[in-house]
């Protein structure tokens, strides 16, 4: 499944932070849908790692683009980079 208005994002994939420390995460995108009240899109989320561990959630996509720098895939028992950083709104001039 993947998610039509965000080209860089994909269901089942892992993303990071890309923070240091206790501020560090790493979310697997479950899915997406939209909010039943303002009909903004979501992203859905697993907590895999770091901060996120055990969670799940969901936020707008907006702010999951601000969260997130770049996707992970794991390699043996750690996270590698597994592409370049995901644009973010924020990293635009």
């Not at 683009?65 to 995901?86: C, D, H, I, P």
């Amino acid at each position: 499944m993947s998610l039509p208005l965000s080209t860089d994002l994909r269901a089942g994939a892992y993303y990071s932070n890309g923070a240091y420390g206790h501020s560090w995460g790493v979310r697997q995108v479950t899915g997406h849908g939209h909010d039943a009240q303002t009909g903004e899109e979501i992203i859905r989320f697993k907590g895999i790692a770091g901060i996120c561990r055990r969670k799940d959630g969901q936020c707008p996509l907006v702010e999951f683009r601000k969260w997130v720098r770049y996707e992970l895939t794991l390699n043996e028992n750690s996270w590698q980079r597994s592409g370049a950083m995901v644009d973010s709104p924020e990293s635009e001039p």
